[in-house]
């Protein structure tokens, strides 16, 4: 079986001195209670036959309602998460207001074993933190996807 595969794009900023990324807490009931490790880049599954960088954009603007900044866009790869996903990123310069964001939905069944399906936003915020802090709050194996911006910027 093919591992599932997500593409997406993580949007930074330059203030000053420092480097902010624009991540996003993940939405539904699984994560409502959790901080660290509980964000993403904002991201989304391929479709069948889809180009990644295609999907990356399609899910950066059905997950904050937002289109991509315009830019110069930086491959950083791809990471496999602990759940065997893979996971390819591309970043962009931009800046963006969190207040903005509308994010999409998605639906399921809550409580489990209730039948009863409920609509949940697939993030709940997007905020901008600086390199060490969204290093805490991101998903563990999109941790590596900071490192290699940093490497890009010189940082």
């Not at 994560?31 to 990356?56: C, F, H, I, N």
């Not at 954009?57 to 904050?64: G, I, K, T």
């Not at 930086?74 to 963006?96: C, H, I, N, R, Y």
Request: glycine residues 10%; proline residues 6%.
């Amino acid at each position: 079986m093919a591992a599932t595969r997500s593409a997406g794009i993580l949007v930074f900023r330059r203030t000053g001195p420092d480097t902010e990324v624009l991540i996003a807490h993940m939405g539904g009931p699984f994560w409502a209670r959790r901080d660290e490790g509980a964000w993403s880049v904002p991201k989304g599954e391929l479709e069948q036959d889809e180009e990644p960088l295609a999907a990356a954009r399609r899910e950066f603007a059905e997950e904050l309602g937002l289109p991509v900044p315009s830019g110069d866009l930086v491959d950083l790869g791809s990471v496999t998460q602990s759940s065997g996903k893979v996971v390819t990123v591309w970043a962009v310069e931009g800046d963006l207001d969190p207040a903005d964001v509308v994010p999409g939905t998605f639906e399921m069944e809550w409580p489990k074993g209730s039948g009863r399906l409920r609509e949940f936003p697939e993030v709940d915020r997007a905020a901008w933190f600086g390199l060490a802090e969204a290093a805490a709050k991101l998903v563990a194996a999109q941790r590596d996807f900071l490192d290699r911006l940093r490497r890009h910027l010189g940082e």
